[in-house]
């Protein structure tokens, strides 16, 4: 009747052993580290930088733990921080010989002491948050004014190409304030062109204004389109600040939008508030400007003569120098988007582009007049330029959409099109809230939030033992196992720790003990009415189940409420909360009934369980009957 077949056994010890492999990994602390990284976005890195790493650290006489290629960084550990500022400088100077131009970020950072099979296996500590590993912190507001603006430069542009392309004459297309004019002669020129642009551009709202020789058509954007441009540009910033914070290696940097025009961000770990603030602030801009193939540009290559008048010597992917004519084609701001993609003939990876009115119309002149010359697509960061690619034209593009191809596999296209489409940001950002938090202060409220963990376990422990006796030990293991259940879990899912999130594992502690409250006196009930011991375990367990998943599911409900509206600190205190439900359920009732099916299980003669106070109030037990014991009545 309380006996577990052997499989279910099984998936305990195979629980209890995972548990253990991804939970000991959080106990071994952090040792100081450095990751190098790229510096441009031009510049990827791949598994053939460790050994250079690794060569610069032999060659200074400085021993790491480990050098390895993980993501898109390589880190290196060492047992002190001496050796951790050594190996820095040491790597700067060697992969950095420039260091007004630097090719590679080499940043200081903190990895488990966790052994490396261990690693391999996947079993990695969580993420602690910024208040509890210390930071950085920056509140920045995004300049909702320039996005518009920026987005009613373009539609002047667009509104004068379709003007010109429907052969409606005007007086000229200018911006004022967010607002885009156009002079007409009279009335019935301006009906003509507020037909054609009502119909062409559905974010304009046109209205007549003026009189006489002032008379012109005003199109203001529609309250949702201008909401809309806001929204778009703060998504795209924080895309872009994604991409930026990468560089750094922070693991699981907060990037979220607060409020309608703020960004929040939290670096975990970065104490170098000057290089995550360079970092951040970045500026990126695109030009296009047409390759300089005559015989001197050829010479100035090679560095046999110099750079012809009106040219720039740059660096092409690889290495490769350069020449482009200073005269810039089209910038960035005429680029809409930019996407991976396939060739429908030859079927090899391409990046595709598109091109708003104004860069259409620009674009199809200079392709037309020169077919059979080299392009390039420069990407400028911090002043210097970087060629990212430079096709050769292979006839008249027209529509505004482009295609580039030509030896890229499709990784690189990838790529490409990534640097070309959140190279800048959509609207100026500025930093109007900074904060540091240091190493000292998160450890302390790691100490604290432990000790809160650790007291009320032990609290829990000692009433359930004291209250219920044997089952209360077996009550007190299975929620020691439900602890280490919900630590393994958020290490698996590489969950990021916060103060909230150790406060929900407290919370968990205490409901996580309810179901085998539920459980301990159902089987009281049960041995009160006269069941014999082996049957009082058993209707105990079964009958108790039912109130145990209502009760759960409702709560569960509560908690995924919290976790899909929720945000920042709410959304980790759901996630550690509805988790910590879920791994209660299963320890409360199959790993409490396992332990309780061990001991009590094999004895058919069962006679009494040690299970606290059982009889009825106003009753004495039986004589020569201890009061924490009950046996079955014949």
């Not at 674009?363 to 690619?389: H, S």
């Not at 000292?440 to 809160?452: D, K, P, R, V």
């Not at 159902?522 to 009415?529: G, M, W």
């Not at 899909?564 to 439900?581: D, E, K, N, T």
């Amino acid at each position: 009747m309380n006996r577990y077949p052997l499989w279910k056994y099984a998936i305990l010890l195979v629980a209890l052993l995972v548990g253990l492999l991804y939970t000991v990994p959080n106990f071994y602390g952090e040792a100081p580290a450095v990751q190098v990284s790229s510096g441009k976005a031009t510049l990827k890195l791949d598994a053939s930088i460790a050994p250079r790493v690794q060569k610069v650290l032999d060659d200074a006489g400085l021993k790491a733990d480990f050098v390895q290629f993980e993501g898109n960084s390589v880190k290196a550990r060492f047992g002190d921080t001496d050796t951790q500022i050594k190996a820095k400088d040491a790597i700067s100077k060697a992969l950095n010989p420039d260091a007004s131009d630097p090719s590679y970020i080499v940043a200081l950072n903190l990895l488990s002491r966790s052994p490396e099979w261990m690693g391999k296996l996947r079993a990695l500590p969580m993420y602690l948050g910024l208040d509890l590993r210390g930071g950085v912190h920056f509140l920045m507001q995004v300049d909702m004014k320039a996005a518009l603006t920026k987005r009613a430069e373009s539609l002047a542009g667009d509104v004068r190409t379709v003007l010109r392309e429907k052969n409606i004459r005007h007086g000229g297309v200018t911006r004022d304030g967010n607002n885009v004019d156009v002079r007409v002669r009279d009335t019935a020129l301006a009906d003509q062109a507020q037909a054609v642009l009502t119909e062409q551009f559905p974010d304009l709202q046109w209205a007549l204004a003026g009189a006489g020789s002032d008379l012109r058509l005003s199109g203001s954007l529609k309250p949702e389109a201008a909401r809309r441009v806001q929204e778009q540009a703060v998504k795209q910033n924080i895309t872009t600040l994604h991409n930026r914070v990468n560089e750094l290696g922070v693991s699981e940097p907060v990037i979220q939008q607060q409020g309608l025009d703020r960004v929040v961000v939290q670096l975990p770990g970065v104490q170098d508030t000057a290089k995550a603030k360079d970092i951040i602030g970045r500026t990126a801009t695109l030009e296009i400007r047409m390759v300089n193939e005559t015989a001197e540009a050829r010479e100035a290559e090679r560095g046999a003569a110099p750079v012809p008048f009106g040219s720039e010597r740059f660096v092409e992917r690889g290495q490769a120098p350069i020449i482009l004519y200073r005269q810039v084609i089209l910038t960035g701001e005429n680029l809409t988007d930019a996407q991976p993609g396939f060739d429908s003939q030859t079927q090899e990876p391409t990046v595709n582009l598109t091109l708003d009115a104004k860069g259409a119309r620009i674009f199809k002149d200079v392709t037309r007049d020169n077919v059979g010359k080299r392009m390039a697509i420069v990407l400028f960061e911090k002043g210097k330029g970087e060629v990212v690619t430079a096709p050769v034209i292979r006839s008249e593009i027209a529509g505004g959409r482009v295609q580039i191809s030509g030896r890229m596999t499709t990784q690189e296209a990838s790529d490409q099109a990534l640097l070309l489409r959140a190279g800048s940001l959509a609207a100026p950002m500025e930093i109007i809230e900074e904060r540091t938090i240091g190493p000292s202060l998160g450890a302390e409220n790691i100490a604290q939030g432990f000790n809160s963990v650790l007291y009320g376990f032990i609290a829990i422990a000692v009433f359930m033992c004291a209250y219920y006796l044997l089952f209360g030990v077996f009550s007190s293991i299975a929620l020691a196992f439900n602890l280490l259940l919900l630590v393994a879990v958020l290490s698996m899912l590489q969950a990021t720790l916060t103060l909230p999130g150790m406060a929900a594992i407290a919370l968990t502690l205490g409901m996580a003990i309810d179901a085998n409250v539920l459980i301990n006196e159902r089987v009281r009930e049960e041995l009160r009415n006269g069941a014999a011991p082996q049957a009082a375990i058993h209707a105990g367990y079964d009958r108790a189940w039912g109130t145990i998943l209502d009760s759960n599911i409702t709560t569960l409900i509560a908690g995924l409420a919290l976790l899909a509206f929720g945000s920042g600190p709410v959304r980790g205190f759901a996630v550690v909360h509805c988790l910590g439900i879920l791994t209660s359920m299963f320890s409360a009732v199959m790993f409490s009934r396992g332990l309780v099916n061990l001991w009590y299980g094999g004895k058919k003669r069962l006679k009494s369980v040690s299970i606290g106070q059982v009889w009825r109030p106003g009753t004495t037990p039986p004589a020569g009957k201890p009061a924490g014991e009950t046996q079955a009545e014949a």
